[in-house]
């Protein structure tokens, strides 16, 4: 067994290595590039990386009309003219329609095949593209945030705990990162207001996207608000994603590293806090509902998680009493929750602290109505 480990281990190494030097030789091949080149792959990289993104279904571009080839002799080599006929390039249309081949997966392949040319300065001009495209995906179309640091919980794999910095103010007026600066209301051309975050935000990579605190109360004025933050970070993934999916070496870019770090472990922890919020929500509405005998015909469950494998909120539905003139009792509620905590500890279909967390929500909805255990306390722990 831990011979195996160490195959494995050494054959990932090897692969970020290789990523690693296919990473820097783009890197240096475009910055030994004329300036105007420079600028030129610049521009077509970003209505690539938006046509990626929007999921359009065809994308024009153009290849420069030269460029160096040649790392070792970089300053004296004269950049070789691109063919004339080259220039203009689609990728997607009506082929990848009929073919239902998505913008990324047609322009991926439209470069491979122009990167296999056996014209030096095509080859170039296609990997350039590629790598100005998902350089301007992390760079250029995502928010830098604030230097962060995340233990990982016990049984789990993604830090998502946020390290508080003991030495750092409570304030955060000293900084633009660390507050919303916005234009004075009524006081026009008096200069910028400072408004901090709270502390329990200036823990994360993008505080401007925190929802919940430490004991998951919520920060901002709605749930929907607090949605919306998710979707936020979701996006922000996303973009990093399709990164990777165009030109896997981007990994080795440290700003990539930093942003996926940052935002990973921010998104896990909130969303994980938006489905204990609403779980609480759920217990409250049952609480209120059963004190007006509402739930006499039955009650079924749609009890939100976190998926940290889809990284996307999924719920877990749960029948409590069939549908029927039925009194509600608490106990239901306990038995359905420890019927449920049965068969998710056993469910494989979702990862180890996927599992951990939902089985969490569900010792919650238990202990709520579970007379032995004190409801009262547990919901005032939510």
Known sequence: MDKQLKINSDTADAARSQLRQEYETQQALMR???TIVQRFLETQARPLAGAVLQK??????????????????????????????FREQMAGGLVGRLMRTDLRAALHQRLVELEESPDKAIAVSAGLIRYTTVAHMVHGMLPAGRSVSYVTAQGEE????????????????????????????????RGELIVPYVPAARRFYLPQWVAFGDRDELLVNSVQEA????????????????????????????????KRYGMLGQLVNQGRALARYETGEIIRTINRRADAQDLNRGLSLSLPFFDDQDLEMKVHDIEVIPAGRIMFVPAFVVRAARMEEAKVAQDTRLSPSTRK???????????AFDSSSGSEQALGKI
Not at 162 to 179: F, H, Q, W, Y
Not at 360 to 366: F, G, N, Q, S
């Open 32 to 34: 030994v590039q004329p």
């Open 158 to 189: 993604i830090p998502s705990i946020p390290v508080g910095d003991e030495l750092a103010p409570e304030s955060a007026i000293t900084a633009k990162t660390d507050a919303i600066v916005e234009e004075g209301q009524g006081e026009t051309g």
């Open 227 to 258: 949605e919306a933050h998710i979707a936020s970070m979701q996006r922000f993934l996303d973009v990093l994603h399709a990164a990777v999916r165009l030109a896997p070496y981007i990994i080795a870019d440290d700003e990539y590293q930093q």
């Open 357 to 367: 967390h939902l089985l969490a929500e569900l010792k919650m909805l238990e202990q």
């Open 56 to 85: 359009l279904p065809q994308v024009q571009f153009k290849l420069p009309d030269r460029v160096v080839c040649d790392l070792e002799s970089a300053e004296k080599a004269k950049p070789l003219p691109v063919p004339t006929e």
